[in-house]
């Protein structure tokens, strides 16, 4: 049994990968695991993690509540508009009041969508990296468990308000001042090109939920596994004894709706790409003349359960986000710990102000007056 006078809990307040972390516990306990309370706030630390932020951030939850709200809004409202019709030259045609309305929001729109890309695709790389780093051993400072988890949902949740531009291309139709049929399709094109690559790199952060979920488990009593249940309890219980832990219940939602919205991303993007490349291909084949008067038909039909299910999945995430962040914070108070994520940084400042330009344009479009729709 280690003597209490003798140990140093210095080397546990960071840790690497779990594996060499749990040989630490041991070397530093004298393999007593009950003895983890004296170096409680390390470990603790070290394990749960006490907040990162530039992804937790108060900025940061700032910023991904407001980005699924604009576009939101934005669907939501072009939706319910009514569409502008073409008369018999072929000009679209409608209310003055509303024309302007709906021009004025789809050019919000348009410059949201550039302003969520660039979001998207900033944190989908920095989640790649603090990932990776802490998926393969190299470390896991400022990536504790919940943090960890955290930025699974900060991922998914980044690129739930893109599908709305990407996979509803129909809201803008007729309220853009440029109508070619070559631009719009083009414009489409790009906003789906820059969607596709944001996916692409939202896929390691899905692996890596996958993996954390579903994974084989390094705790239990089994071969291969590197520390028990009963000693793991007794890390646990040190731990949560005096915070109100995450229940099964919360984690099984966690990962429900975690799981069920990557799929839902993974499932429409694979299904357009599969369909852009077969237009491609096959462009004048009948097979494909009838689909796409089939996806006219039914287009306005699937705006609906899109309205529904991308705001249900990213107030599922944000619930998870701000739950963990609840949760870490009260382990971070128990412990004596600093809570970072009460900390402002300049990436929580850009989080928010990237979003403002949205504003800005929706103002000068009202006040500027628009070009008449041909």
């Given at each position: 049994?280690a003597?209490?006078?003798?140990?140093s809990?210095?080397?546990l307040?960071?840790?690497?990968?779990?594996?060499?972390?749990?040989?630490?516990v041991?070397?530093?306990?004298?393999?007593n695991?009950?003895?983890?309370s004296?170096c409680?706030?390390?470990?603790?630390?070290?394990l749960?993690?006490s907040g990162?932020p530039?992804?937790?951030?108060?900025?940061?939850?700032?910023?991904?509540?407001l980005?699924?709200?604009l576009?939101?809004?934005f669907?939501?409202?072009l939706?319910i508009?009514?569409?502008?019709y073409?008369?018999?030259?072929g000009k679209?045609?409608q209310k003055?009041?509303?024309?302007?309305?709906?021009?004025?929001l789809a050019?919000?729109?348009?410059?949201?969508?550039?302003?969520a890309?660039?979001?998207?695709?900033?944190?989908?790389i920095?989640?790649?990296?603090m990932l990776a780093r802490?998926?393969?051993?190299?470390?896991?400072?400022g990536?504790?468990?919940?943090?960890?988890?955290?930025?699974?949902?900060?991922?998914?949740?980044?690129?739930?308000?893109?599908m709305y531009?990407?996979y509803?291309?129909?809201?803008?139709?007729?309220?853009?001042?440029?109508?070619s049929s070559?631009?719009?399709?083009?414009?489409?094109?790009?906003?789906?090109?820059?969607?596709?690559?944001?996916?692409?790199?939202?896929?390691y952060?899905?692996?890596?939920?996958?993996?954390?979920?579903?994974?084989?488990?390094?705790?239990?009593?089994?071969?291969?596994q590197?520390?028990?249940?009963?000693?793991?309890?007794?890390i646990?219980a040190t731990?949560?004894?005096n915070?109100?832990?995450?229940?099964?219940?919360?984690?099984?939602?966690?990962?429900?709706?975690?799981?069920?919205?990557?799929l839902l991303?993974?499932l429409c993007t694979l299904l357009?790409?599969i369909?852009?490349?077969v237009?491609?291909?096959?462009?004048?084949s009948?097979?494909v003349q009838?689909?796409?008067t089939?996806?006219?038909?039914?287009?306005?039909?699937?705006?609906?359960p899109?309205?529904?299910l991308?705001?249900?999945?990213?107030?599922?995430?944000?619930?998870?986000i701000?739950?963990?962040?609840q949760?870490?914070?009260s382990i971070?108070?128990?412990t004596?710990n600093q809570?970072?994520?009460y900390?402002?940084?300049?990436?929580?400042?850009?989080?928010?102000s990237?979003?403002?330009?949205?504003?800005?344009?929706?103002c000068?479009?009202?006040?500027?007056g628009?070009?008449?729709?041909?």
């Amino acid at each position: 049994m280690a003597d209490l006078t003798l140990i140093s809990c210095s080397n546990l307040a960071s840790r690497t990968d779990f594996t060499g972390y749990v040989a630490a516990v041991r070397a530093t306990t004298g393999n007593n695991i009950s003895l983890v309370s004296e170096c409680k706030a390390e470990i603790c630390n070290a394990l749960w993690g006490s907040g990162n932020p530039d992804i937790s951030g108060i900025g940061m939850i700032v910023g991904y509540v407001l980005g699924n709200a604009l576009g939101f809004f934005f669907a939501l409202t072009l939706f319910i508009l009514p569409h502008p019709y073409r008369s018999a030259d072929g000009k679209y045609c409608q209310k003055p009041s509303l024309k302007r309305l709906r021009y004025v929001l789809a050019q919000g729109c348009n410059c949201f969508y550039d302003s969520a890309i660039l979001v998207s695709f900033s944190i989908q790389i920095a989640s790649i990296v603090m990932l990776a780093r802490l998926d393969y051993g190299v470390s896991a400072n400022g990536m504790g468990d919940s943090t960890a988890k955290i930025t699974w949902a900060v991922s998914l949740l980044t690129m739930l308000p893109l599908m709305y531009v990407a996979y509803l291309p129909q809201l803008l139709q007729g309220s853009l001042s440029d109508q070619s049929s070559v631009n719009q399709t083009a414009k489409q094109e790009l906003r789906f090109g820059l969607f596709s690559i944001c996916w692409l790199f939202s896929l390691y952060p899905f692996y890596s939920k996958m993996v954390g979920y579903f994974g084989p488990s390094l705790i239990g009593n089994g071969e291969g596994q590197v520390i028990s249940d009963d000693e793991w309890n007794t890390i646990q219980a040190t731990c949560t004894s005096n915070v109100k832990g995450i229940s099964e219940q919360e984690l099984t939602a966690m990962q429900f709706f975690g799981v069920a919205g990557s799929l839902l991303l993974s499932l429409c993007t694979l299904l357009k790409v599969i369909w852009l490349g077969v237009q491609r291909q096959h462009e004048n084949s009948k097979l494909v003349q009838r689909i796409r008067t089939y996806q006219l038909s039914i287009g306005p039909k699937l705006t609906v359960p899109f309205l529904v299910l991308l705001p249900v999945f990213a107030i599922s995430q944000i619930w998870t986000i701000l739950r963990l962040r609840q949760f870490q914070a009260s382990i971070s108070k128990d412990t004596g710990n600093q809570n970072l994520d009460y900390q402002w940084s300049f990436g929580q400042i850009a989080a928010i102000s990237v979003f403002l330009p949205v504003l800005v344009e929706c103002c000068f479009r009202w006040a500027n007056g628009y070009e008449d729709i041909e």
